[in-house]
């Protein structure tokens, strides 16, 4: 039988993160591990030095076509990766 005031692990690591105003960083970083599985292994080996500023996604592209590829599934690429953080993280995401 469970008490009034226990909670469960993830509940105390979920209000410790709010504590500590970790949630943002939180879903960057799970939006840095979707990148793979939602653009699929043969562009993630085309793509490297992804990083976050400012609401924006930097990504290096090794390859001209898959660059153009990206840059017309842009939109769906930004809604996919933003759902599969949890939160609105990223608003535009630049091809270098």
Known sequence: MRRQTTSTIGEAL??????????????????????????????ASKT??????????????????????LLIAKEKLISQLNNASGGDVISDIVFR
């Open 48 to 69: 490297r030095d992804l990083y976050i500023n400012k609401r924006t996604l930097y990504v290096s592209v090794d390859s001209s076509v898959i660059r153009r590829e």
């Open 14 to 43: 979920s209000l410790w993160i709010e504590a500590m105003k970790m949630r943002p960083k939180v879903e960057e970083t799970r939006l840095m591990a979707a990148w793979n599985p939602t653009v699929g292994p043969l562009i």
